[in-house]
Protein backbone atom coordinates (compact mmCIF):
# COMPACT_ATOMS: atom_id res chain seq x y z
CA UNK A 1 0.00 0.00 0.00
CA UNK A 2 1.18 3.66 -1.03
CA UNK A 3 2.24 6.39 1.28
CA UNK A 4 -0.14 8.63 -0.53
CA UNK A 5 -2.96 9.96 1.03
CA UNK A 6 -5.69 7.21 1.16
CA UNK A 7 -9.73 7.43 1.26
CA UNK A 8 -11.44 5.23 4.31
CA UNK A 9 -14.24 2.77 2.87
CA UNK A 10 -16.00 1.08 5.59
CA UNK A 11 -16.47 -2.64 4.38
CA UNK A 12 -19.66 -4.68 6.46
CA UNK A 13 -17.44 -2.57 9.76
CA UNK A 14 -14.04 -3.40 8.52
CA UNK A 15 -11.93 -0.26 7.96
CA UNK A 16 -10.33 -0.94 4.19
CA UNK A 17 -7.90 1.47 3.17
CA UNK A 18 -7.96 2.19 -0.37
CA UNK A 19 -5.67 4.40 -2.12
CA UNK A 20 -6.44 7.41 -3.95
CA UNK A 21 -3.96 8.63 -6.84
CA UNK A 22 -1.21 11.39 -6.28
CA UNK A 23 -0.61 14.16 -8.75
CA UNK A 24 1.18 11.77 -11.14
CA UNK A 25 -1.18 9.15 -11.66
CA UNK A 26 -4.35 11.39 -11.66
CA UNK A 27 -5.82 12.13 -15.01
CA UNK A 28 -5.67 15.64 -16.52
CA UNK A 29 -8.71 14.60 -18.70
CA UNK A 30 -12.09 12.22 -17.70
CA UNK A 31 -14.50 11.43 -19.58
CA UNK A 32 -15.67 14.45 -21.96
CA UNK A 33 -13.90 17.23 -20.07
CA UNK A 34 -10.67 18.27 -18.83
CA UNK A 35 -10.84 17.17 -15.19
CA UNK A 36 -10.49 19.76 -12.24
CA UNK A 37 -8.93 19.01 -8.92
CA UNK A 38 -9.03 21.03 -5.15
CA UNK A 39 -6.05 22.02 -3.16
CA UNK A 40 -5.50 18.47 -1.70
CA UNK A 41 -6.08 16.67 -4.87
CA UNK A 42 -9.63 15.44 -4.85
CA UNK A 43 -12.14 15.71 -7.87
CA UNK A 44 -14.02 18.67 -8.49
CA UNK A 45 -16.97 18.81 -11.04
CA UNK A 46 -15.99 20.23 -14.45
CA UNK A 47 -19.31 22.44 -14.13
CA UNK A 48 -21.91 22.93 -11.21
CA UNK A 49 -24.21 20.20 -10.68
CA UNK A 50 -27.17 22.45 -11.68
CA UNK A 51 -25.63 23.41 -14.88
CA UNK A 52 -24.63 19.98 -16.08
CA UNK A 53 -27.82 18.48 -15.12
CA UNK A 54 -29.77 21.84 -16.73
CA UNK A 55 -27.16 20.65 -19.86
CA UNK A 56 -28.60 17.12 -19.99
CA UNK A 57 -32.25 18.40 -19.59
CA UNK A 58 -32.23 20.34 -22.35
CA UNK A 59 -30.56 17.97 -24.66
CA UNK A 60 -33.53 15.53 -23.98
CA UNK A 61 -36.42 17.93 -24.36
CA UNK A 62 -34.94 18.11 -28.06
CA UNK A 63 -35.00 14.83 -28.62
CA UNK A 64 -37.22 13.59 -31.47
CA UNK A 65 -40.74 12.89 -31.44
CA UNK A 66 -42.24 9.57 -33.77
CA UNK A 67 -45.38 9.28 -35.79
CA UNK A 68 -47.37 7.87 -32.39
CA UNK A 69 -45.92 11.19 -30.16
CA UNK A 70 -43.43 9.33 -28.51
CA UNK A 71 -39.66 10.99 -28.41
CA UNK A 72 -36.60 8.53 -29.26
CA UNK A 73 -35.61 7.41 -25.47
CA UNK A 74 -39.12 7.09 -24.28
CA UNK A 75 -39.54 3.81 -26.58
CA UNK A 76 -36.06 2.95 -27.52
CA UNK A 77 -33.59 1.96 -24.69
CA UNK A 78 -30.68 2.47 -26.74
CA UNK A 79 -30.10 6.09 -28.21
CA UNK A 80 -27.07 7.18 -29.43
CA UNK A 81 -25.66 11.03 -29.48
CA UNK A 82 -27.49 11.76 -32.86
CA UNK A 83 -31.10 10.63 -31.27
CA UNK A 84 -30.82 7.27 -33.26
CA UNK A 85 -31.73 4.12 -32.45
CA UNK A 86 -28.66 1.43 -32.74
CA UNK A 87 -30.50 -1.52 -31.34
CA UNK A 88 -34.80 -2.68 -31.38
CA UNK A 89 -35.19 -4.12 -27.83
CA UNK A 90 -36.27 -2.11 -25.08
CA UNK A 91 -37.00 -2.75 -21.22
CA UNK A 92 -39.96 0.35 -20.63
CA UNK A 93 -40.71 -0.43 -16.94
CA UNK A 94 -37.58 0.16 -15.98
CA UNK A 95 -36.78 3.21 -18.29
CA UNK A 96 -39.69 4.96 -17.86
CA UNK A 97 -41.06 4.24 -14.59
CA UNK A 98 -37.19 5.75 -13.08
CA UNK A 99 -37.54 8.36 -15.84
CA UNK A 100 -40.85 9.38 -14.53
CA UNK A 101 -39.63 9.84 -11.12
CA UNK A 102 -36.34 11.56 -12.46
CA UNK A 103 -38.45 14.20 -14.73
CA UNK A 104 -40.90 14.88 -11.25
CA UNK A 105 -38.08 15.14 -9.22
CA UNK A 106 -36.81 17.78 -11.27
CA UNK A 107 -39.84 19.33 -11.86
CA UNK A 108 -40.40 19.63 -8.75
CA UNK A 109 -36.35 21.02 -7.20
CA UNK A 110 -36.40 23.50 -10.13
CA UNK A 111 -39.23 25.08 -8.94
CA UNK A 112 -42.49 23.40 -11.47
CA UNK A 113 -41.20 26.59 -14.19
CA UNK A 114 -40.65 24.20 -17.29
CA UNK A 115 -43.93 22.72 -18.22
CA UNK A 116 -41.90 20.55 -20.74
CA UNK A 117 -40.94 18.66 -17.66
CA UNK A 118 -44.18 17.56 -16.47
CA UNK A 119 -45.53 17.06 -20.35
CA UNK A 120 -42.61 14.72 -20.79
CA UNK A 121 -43.17 12.52 -17.63
CA UNK A 122 -46.41 12.51 -19.09
CA UNK A 123 -45.27 10.87 -22.44
CA UNK A 124 -43.06 8.47 -20.64
CA UNK A 125 -46.56 7.31 -18.32
CA UNK A 126 -49.07 7.26 -21.91
CA UNK A 127 -46.19 5.13 -23.23
CA UNK A 128 -46.77 2.11 -20.48
CA UNK A 129 -50.36 2.81 -20.38
CA UNK A 130 -50.88 2.62 -24.16
CA UNK A 131 -48.04 0.52 -25.64
CA UNK A 132 -47.03 -2.06 -22.89
CA UNK A 133 -49.75 -4.39 -21.33
CA UNK A 134 -49.93 -7.95 -21.70
CA UNK A 135 -53.19 -9.68 -23.18
CA UNK A 136 -56.23 -9.32 -21.76
CA UNK A 137 -56.23 -12.88 -19.89
CA UNK A 138 -54.10 -14.83 -17.42
CA UNK A 139 -52.82 -14.42 -14.15
CA UNK A 140 -51.09 -10.93 -14.94
CA UNK A 141 -53.53 -9.60 -17.65
CA UNK A 142 -53.18 -6.09 -18.88
CA UNK A 143 -49.74 -5.67 -16.47
CA UNK A 144 -46.46 -3.59 -17.92
CA UNK A 145 -44.30 -5.64 -20.03
CA UNK A 146 -40.55 -5.97 -19.08
CA UNK A 147 -39.30 -5.97 -22.24
CA UNK A 148 -40.27 -6.03 -26.15
CA UNK A 149 -38.98 -4.14 -29.03
CA UNK A 150 -39.30 -0.86 -29.57
CA UNK A 151 -40.73 -0.31 -33.11
CA UNK A 152 -43.46 -2.64 -32.04
CA UNK A 153 -46.60 -0.21 -31.09
CA UNK A 154 -47.85 -1.91 -29.29
CA UNK A 155 -45.56 -4.25 -27.33
CA UNK A 156 -46.36 -7.62 -27.97
CA UNK A 157 -43.38 -9.82 -27.37
CA UNK A 158 -40.73 -10.09 -24.77
CA UNK A 159 -37.13 -9.41 -25.43
CA UNK A 160 -33.66 -8.73 -23.28
CA UNK A 161 -33.53 -11.95 -21.46
CA UNK A 162 -37.32 -12.78 -21.33
CA UNK A 163 -37.71 -13.55 -25.06
CA UNK A 164 -35.77 -16.94 -24.07
CA UNK A 165 -38.79 -17.65 -22.05
CA UNK A 166 -41.82 -16.64 -24.37
CA UNK A 167 -42.95 -13.95 -25.90
CA UNK A 168 -45.59 -12.86 -22.88
CA UNK A 169 -43.04 -13.25 -19.98
CA UNK A 170 -42.71 -10.27 -17.48
CA UNK A 171 -40.98 -9.57 -14.83
CA UNK A 172 -43.15 -9.05 -11.55
CA UNK A 173 -40.75 -6.58 -10.16
CA UNK A 174 -40.95 -4.14 -13.11
CA UNK A 175 -44.41 -4.00 -12.82
CA UNK A 176 -43.86 -2.84 -8.86
CA UNK A 177 -41.37 0.23 -10.77
CA UNK A 178 -43.78 0.93 -13.20
CA UNK A 179 -47.46 1.42 -10.60
CA UNK A 180 -45.08 2.71 -8.25
CA UNK A 181 -43.78 5.45 -10.94
CA UNK A 182 -47.77 5.88 -12.24
CA UNK A 183 -48.76 6.55 -9.39
CA UNK A 184 -47.01 9.31 -8.51
CA UNK A 185 -47.02 10.66 -12.06
CA UNK A 186 -51.03 10.43 -10.98
CA UNK A 187 -50.36 12.49 -7.83
CA UNK A 188 -48.34 15.09 -9.99
CA UNK A 189 -51.13 15.34 -12.36
CA UNK A 190 -54.61 14.29 -11.51
CA UNK A 191 -55.02 12.15 -14.66
CA UNK A 192 -56.77 8.96 -13.56
CA UNK A 193 -55.43 6.98 -16.47
CA UNK A 194 -52.28 6.62 -14.49
CA UNK A 195 -53.80 5.99 -11.36
CA UNK A 196 -55.71 2.91 -12.85
CA UNK A 197 -52.91 1.17 -14.49
CA UNK A 198 -50.98 1.42 -11.25
CA UNK A 199 -54.14 -0.12 -9.57
CA UNK A 200 -54.32 -3.14 -11.80
CA UNK A 201 -50.46 -3.68 -11.58
CA UNK A 202 -51.01 -3.69 -7.61
CA UNK A 203 -54.26 -5.83 -7.73
CA UNK A 204 -52.05 -8.64 -10.09
CA UNK A 205 -49.30 -8.36 -7.64
CA UNK A 206 -51.59 -8.74 -4.86
CA UNK A 207 -53.63 -12.05 -6.13
CA UNK A 208 -50.21 -13.74 -7.46
CA UNK A 209 -48.53 -12.85 -4.19
CA UNK A 210 -46.61 -16.67 -2.63
CA UNK A 211 -45.03 -16.79 0.54
CA UNK A 212 -41.52 -15.91 0.96
CA UNK A 213 -38.84 -18.23 2.46
CA UNK A 214 -35.08 -18.04 2.95
CA UNK A 215 -34.55 -19.39 -0.84
CA UNK A 216 -37.36 -17.95 -2.62
CA UNK A 217 -39.24 -13.98 -2.81
CA UNK A 218 -42.53 -13.03 -2.44
CA UNK A 219 -42.74 -13.48 -6.56
CA UNK A 220 -40.48 -15.24 -8.84
CA UNK A 221 -38.27 -13.22 -11.18
CA UNK A 222 -40.12 -13.81 -14.41
CA UNK A 223 -43.41 -15.30 -15.67
CA UNK A 224 -45.56 -16.15 -18.26
CA UNK A 225 -48.52 -13.35 -18.10
CA UNK A 226 -50.73 -15.48 -19.56
CA UNK A 227 -50.17 -19.53 -18.61
CA UNK A 228 -48.45 -18.44 -14.63
CA UNK A 229 -45.52 -20.46 -15.88
CA UNK A 230 -42.43 -19.23 -13.24
CA UNK A 231 -39.28 -19.05 -13.78
CA UNK A 232 -36.36 -18.06 -10.92
CA UNK A 233 -37.71 -18.04 -7.56
CA UNK A 234 -35.36 -14.92 -5.93
CA UNK A 235 -35.64 -12.26 -7.11
CA UNK A 236 -33.72 -8.75 -5.49
CA UNK A 237 -36.23 -5.49 -6.36
CA UNK A 238 -39.26 -6.05 -4.13
CA UNK A 239 -38.86 -2.56 -2.93
CA UNK A 240 -40.56 -1.17 -5.65
CA UNK A 241 -43.69 -2.96 -4.44
CA UNK A 242 -43.39 -2.25 -1.15
CA UNK A 243 -43.53 1.80 -2.68
CA UNK A 244 -46.04 0.89 -4.84
CA UNK A 245 -48.59 -0.67 -1.66
CA UNK A 246 -47.44 1.53 0.89
CA UNK A 247 -48.55 4.62 -1.43
CA UNK A 248 -51.53 2.97 -2.14
CA UNK A 249 -52.23 2.56 1.26
CA UNK A 250 -51.63 6.10 1.87
CA UNK A 251 -54.77 7.12 -0.86
CA UNK A 252 -56.93 4.90 0.86
CA UNK A 253 -56.80 1.40 -0.58
CA UNK A 254 -56.76 -0.24 2.75
CA UNK A 255 -57.34 -3.69 0.81
CA UNK A 256 -52.81 -3.66 0.31
CA UNK A 257 -52.37 -3.68 4.14
CA UNK A 258 -52.02 -7.71 3.86
CA UNK A 259 -49.64 -7.92 1.16
CA UNK A 260 -47.66 -5.25 2.51
CA UNK A 261 -47.12 -6.12 5.82
CA UNK A 262 -46.64 -9.55 4.58
CA UNK A 263 -44.02 -8.26 2.05
CA UNK A 264 -42.29 -5.80 4.49
CA UNK A 265 -41.84 -9.36 7.01
CA UNK A 266 -40.09 -11.34 4.32
CA UNK A 267 -37.92 -8.64 3.43
CA UNK A 268 -37.02 -7.77 7.09
CA UNK A 269 -37.18 -11.09 8.29
CA UNK A 270 -35.31 -12.98 5.43
CA UNK A 271 -33.62 -10.34 2.64
CA UNK A 272 -31.86 -7.77 4.55
CA UNK A 273 -30.54 -9.94 6.68
CA UNK A 274 -29.91 -12.50 3.85
CA UNK A 275 -26.35 -14.52 3.33
CA UNK A 276 -23.90 -12.72 1.22
CA UNK A 277 -22.70 -16.13 -0.66
CA UNK A 278 -24.05 -15.81 -4.25
CA UNK A 279 -25.66 -19.48 -3.67
CA UNK A 280 -27.97 -18.08 -0.99
CA UNK A 281 -28.49 -14.91 -1.63
CA UNK A 282 -31.40 -12.84 -1.47
CA UNK A 283 -29.71 -9.66 -3.91
CA UNK A 284 -29.89 -12.20 -7.07
CA UNK A 285 -31.80 -11.23 -9.87
CA UNK A 286 -32.60 -8.10 -11.57
CA UNK A 287 -31.03 -6.67 -15.03
CA UNK A 288 -33.60 -7.55 -18.51
CA UNK A 289 -31.17 -9.15 -19.98
CA UNK A 290 -29.64 -11.43 -17.74
CA UNK A 291 -30.48 -15.16 -16.13
CA UNK A 292 -27.60 -16.10 -14.00
CA UNK A 293 -29.47 -17.54 -10.51
CA UNK A 294 -26.92 -16.53 -8.55
CA UNK A 295 -25.73 -13.30 -9.88
CA UNK A 296 -25.74 -10.59 -7.33
CA UNK A 297 -26.57 -6.76 -7.89
CA UNK A 298 -25.60 -3.63 -6.38
CA UNK A 299 -28.86 -1.96 -7.97
CA UNK A 300 -31.85 -2.98 -5.12
CA UNK A 301 -30.03 -2.91 -2.00
CA UNK A 302 -29.14 0.85 -2.81
CA UNK A 303 -32.72 1.56 -3.50
CA UNK A 304 -34.16 -0.61 -0.24
CA UNK A 305 -31.36 1.60 1.21
CA UNK A 306 -33.10 4.63 -0.33
CA UNK A 307 -36.17 3.95 0.88
CA UNK A 308 -35.14 2.88 4.69
CA UNK A 309 -33.55 6.28 4.58
CA UNK A 310 -36.41 8.29 3.52
CA UNK A 311 -39.37 6.21 5.85
CA UNK A 312 -36.70 5.80 9.00
CA UNK A 313 -39.08 4.73 11.83
CA UNK A 314 -42.03 4.47 9.92
CA UNK A 315 -40.85 1.66 8.32
CA UNK A 316 -38.23 0.50 10.45
CA UNK A 317 -36.75 1.30 13.74
CA UNK A 318 -33.49 -0.43 12.96
CA UNK A 319 -33.37 1.78 9.20
CA UNK A 320 -30.27 3.10 9.95
CA UNK A 321 -28.54 0.21 10.86
CA UNK A 322 -30.01 -2.00 8.03
CA UNK A 323 -29.67 1.62 5.36
CA UNK A 324 -25.94 1.08 6.20
CA UNK A 325 -25.68 -2.93 5.77
CA UNK A 326 -27.15 -2.69 2.27
CA UNK A 327 -24.55 0.53 1.22
CA UNK A 328 -22.31 -1.41 3.24
CA UNK A 329 -22.93 -4.96 1.27
CA UNK A 330 -22.82 -3.01 -2.32
CA UNK A 331 -19.66 -1.76 -1.46
CA UNK A 332 -18.16 -4.51 -0.63
CA UNK A 333 -18.51 -6.32 -3.62
CA UNK A 334 -19.31 -3.60 -6.69
CA UNK A 335 -16.98 -0.92 -5.48
CA UNK A 336 -14.20 0.57 -7.74
CA UNK A 337 -12.00 2.87 -6.34
CA UNK A 338 -10.83 6.26 -8.97
CA UNK A 339 -8.53 8.90 -8.73
CA UNK A 340 -9.23 11.97 -6.58
CA UNK A 341 -10.93 10.14 -3.78
CA UNK A 342 -14.02 8.85 -5.96
CA UNK A 343 -15.01 5.56 -5.18
CA UNK A 344 -17.66 4.13 -8.28
CA UNK A 345 -19.62 1.24 -8.38
CA UNK A 346 -20.76 -1.83 -10.86
CA UNK A 347 -24.06 -3.15 -11.29
CA UNK A 348 -23.58 -6.81 -10.20
CA UNK A 349 -21.31 -9.55 -10.20
CA UNK A 350 -21.34 -10.68 -13.83
CA UNK A 351 -20.52 -7.12 -15.31
CA UNK A 352 -18.62 -4.23 -12.45
CA UNK A 353 -18.29 -1.94 -14.96
CA UNK A 354 -19.75 1.41 -13.29
CA UNK A 355 -22.65 2.19 -15.14
CA UNK A 356 -24.29 5.32 -14.86
CA UNK A 357 -27.72 4.26 -13.07
CA UNK A 358 -25.80 1.75 -10.88
CA UNK A 359 -22.90 4.49 -10.06
CA UNK A 360 -24.84 7.46 -9.70
CA UNK A 361 -27.44 5.40 -7.59
CA UNK A 362 -24.59 4.85 -5.15
CA UNK A 363 -24.41 8.74 -4.85
CA UNK A 364 -27.81 9.74 -4.31
CA UNK A 365 -28.20 7.57 -1.61
CA UNK A 366 -24.68 8.04 0.52
CA UNK A 367 -25.79 11.66 0.10
CA UNK A 368 -29.05 10.67 1.75
CA UNK A 369 -27.71 8.83 4.43
CA UNK A 370 -24.95 11.33 5.24
CA UNK A 371 -28.21 14.15 5.41
CA UNK A 372 -30.06 11.35 7.58
CA UNK A 373 -26.90 11.39 10.27
CA UNK A 374 -24.74 8.58 8.78
CA UNK A 375 -21.36 10.43 8.97
CA UNK A 376 -19.09 12.51 7.00
CA UNK A 377 -17.59 9.76 5.30
CA UNK A 378 -20.80 8.92 3.13
CA UNK A 379 -21.28 13.24 1.87
CA UNK A 380 -17.30 12.87 0.92
CA UNK A 381 -18.34 9.58 -0.91
CA UNK A 382 -21.27 10.64 -2.51
CA UNK A 383 -19.90 14.12 -3.48
CA UNK A 384 -16.91 12.46 -5.24
CA UNK A 385 -18.80 9.89 -6.54
CA UNK A 386 -21.29 12.39 -8.48
CA UNK A 387 -18.59 14.87 -9.55
CA UNK A 388 -17.19 12.17 -11.24
CA UNK A 389 -20.59 11.55 -13.19
CA UNK A 390 -20.67 14.75 -13.96
CA UNK A 391 -17.32 14.51 -16.76
CA UNK A 392 -19.99 11.92 -18.62
CA UNK A 393 -21.81 14.83 -19.63
CA UNK A 394 -21.19 16.50 -22.61
CA UNK A 395 -20.74 20.19 -23.27
CA UNK A 396 -24.46 19.93 -25.05
CA UNK A 397 -25.76 17.57 -22.14
CA UNK A 398 -25.83 14.36 -24.28
CA UNK A 399 -24.73 11.62 -21.95
CA UNK A 400 -22.80 8.58 -21.73
CA UNK A 401 -23.86 5.09 -20.67
CA UNK A 402 -20.76 4.14 -18.88
CA UNK A 403 -18.77 6.20 -16.00
CA UNK A 404 -15.23 5.26 -17.48
CA UNK A 405 -13.50 6.15 -20.23
CA UNK A 406 -13.11 2.67 -21.86
CA UNK A 407 -15.28 3.04 -25.07
CA UNK A 408 -16.19 6.45 -24.33
CA UNK A 409 -19.77 7.48 -26.51
CA UNK A 410 -22.18 9.84 -26.53
CA UNK A 411 -25.59 7.99 -25.50
CA UNK A 412 -26.32 4.31 -25.41
CA UNK A 413 -28.60 2.42 -23.00
CA UNK A 414 -31.16 5.01 -21.47
CA UNK A 415 -31.71 3.65 -18.07
CA UNK A 416 -28.12 4.25 -17.35
CA UNK A 417 -27.69 7.69 -19.38
CA UNK A 418 -30.53 9.52 -18.17
CA UNK A 419 -33.66 8.30 -16.67
CA UNK A 420 -32.22 6.04 -13.74
CA UNK A 421 -29.59 9.10 -13.13
CA UNK A 422 -30.79 12.22 -12.75
CA UNK A 423 -32.74 11.45 -9.78
CA UNK A 424 -30.25 10.57 -7.82
CA UNK A 425 -28.43 13.72 -8.60
CA UNK A 426 -31.77 15.60 -7.45
CA UNK A 427 -31.91 13.61 -3.82
CA UNK A 428 -28.21 14.54 -3.46
CA UNK A 429 -28.83 18.11 -4.11
CA UNK A 430 -32.15 18.40 -1.77
CA UNK A 431 -30.14 16.43 0.62
CA UNK A 432 -27.24 18.60 0.96
CA UNK A 433 -28.21 21.94 0.01
CA UNK A 434 -24.86 23.37 -0.03
CA UNK A 435 -24.02 21.72 -3.32
CA UNK A 436 -26.46 23.76 -5.16
CA UNK A 437 -25.90 26.30 -7.84
CA UNK A 438 -22.21 26.94 -7.84
CA UNK A 439 -18.84 24.37 -8.03
CA UNK A 440 -17.44 23.83 -4.92
Known amino acids: MSAVSRQIVLCL??????????????????????AVYDAGGKLLPWTAWDDALQREMQWYLKCPVNEH???????????????????????PCTQNGLGILSYLKYWEYT????????????????????????????????????TGYCMDFP???AAQGDVRYGKNVIEPDKGGIAGYALLRLYEATGERR????????????????RPGDAARAPWPFRVDAVTGEHWGDRNANMIFILRLFDALLEHGYGKYQGPRDALWHWMKTYQISSPEEPERCLWVSFFEDYDLDNNRNSWAPLETARYLI???????PDWKQNAERLIQFSLKYFSSPRPGGVVLIGEQDDDKDPWGGACAKLGGVAALFYAAGGGDAYKDLAYRNLNWMTYYIDNDGCPCQKAQDARLRRGGWQEDCHTDVVHNFVDALVAVPEWQGRMK
Open 13 to 34: GIAVCVPWASAQERPTKIGFHD
Open 69 to 91: GYPVFVYATFMDGNYEVPRMDTI
Open 111 to 146: GKQDPRLIAWAKTMGDYLVKETLTPNRGPYARFTRS
Open 155 to 157: LFR
Open 194 to 209: YLKQALRNAKALAKNM
Open 310 to 316: ERKEKLD
